[in-house]
C-alpha cells in the first residue's frame, strides 16, 4: 500500500515539474516592437533581430544594449538624443531612463512585455507590429502604358 501511494506520488510531482517550465524565451524578444502608454507621452521599445541591442523614443530617440537569460533581462548603456519636451512628457522620460537599469527580470504572455525592476516596479508594454514612424515595405507594381 505505501508502494503504490509512493508511485502515485511520484507521478503527481514528475507530471507537475513537465507544466511547471514557465521560464521566458530570450529569442522570442528578438525583432519584437511594444509600445507603453505613460503620462504626457507614449514609449515604445525595440528589440534588434540580430544584435542584442534595444532602441526606441520617449520623448527622445534612445538606444542601448540588453542581455536576456531566461527570466532575466539586463538592460545597460543606454544613449539617447538630448531634445525638449512638454514637461510631463520629459518627467515620464526621466523616470523611464532611471528605471530601465534596475529592470530585472522580464514576462512576455498574450503579446505583452512586463518589465520588472529589482525594487517591484513594472511596467507593461503592448507588442505592436512596428513603431509609429517606422518606415514599412510596401511592394508596388509598375505600370506600364503600351
Same mark, same amino acid.
Given at each position: ?6 508511485? !502515485? ?15 521566458? *524565451? ?5 525583432? @519584437? *516592437? ?8 507614449? !514609449? ?15 520623448? *527622445? ?6 542581455? @536576456?537569460?531566461?527570466? *532575466? !533581462?539586463?538592460?545597460?548603456?543606454? @544613449? ?35 518589465? !520588472? ?27 506600364? @502604358?503600351?
Amino acid at each position: 500500500m505505501k508502494f503504490k501511494l509512493f508511485a !502515485i506520488g511520484a507521478c503527481a510531482l514528475a507530471l507537475v515539474a513537465c507544466g511547471a517550465d514557465d521560464t521566458q *524565451n530570450p529569442e522570442l524578444l528578438k525583432g @519584437a *516592437n511594444f509600445v507603453s502608454a505613460q503620462p504626457g507621452v507614449d !514609449i515604445t521599445l525595440s528589440f534588434d533581430p540580430v544584435e542584442m541591442r534595444v532602441y526606441g523614443g520617449v520623448v *527622445n530617440r534612445y538606444n542601448g544594449g540588453y542581455t @536576456a537569460d531566461g527570466d *532575466n !533581462i539586463k538592460f545597460e548603456g543606454f @544613449a539617447s538624443t538630448m531634445m525638449m519636451g512638454d514637461p510631463e512628457a520629459m518627467e515620464t522620460e526621466r523616470e523611464y531612463f532611471e528605471f530601465m537599469p534596475t529592470v530585472e527580470t522580464y514576462e512576455l504572455s498574450d503579446g505583452k512585455l512586463t518589465l !520588472i525592476a529589482t525594487d517591484g516596479k513594472e511596467i507593461i508594454f503592448t507588442q505592436v507590429e512596428s513603431q509609429p514612424g517606422e518606415a514599412t515595405t510596401v511592394e508596388t507594381t509598375e505600370v506600364v @502604358a503600351e
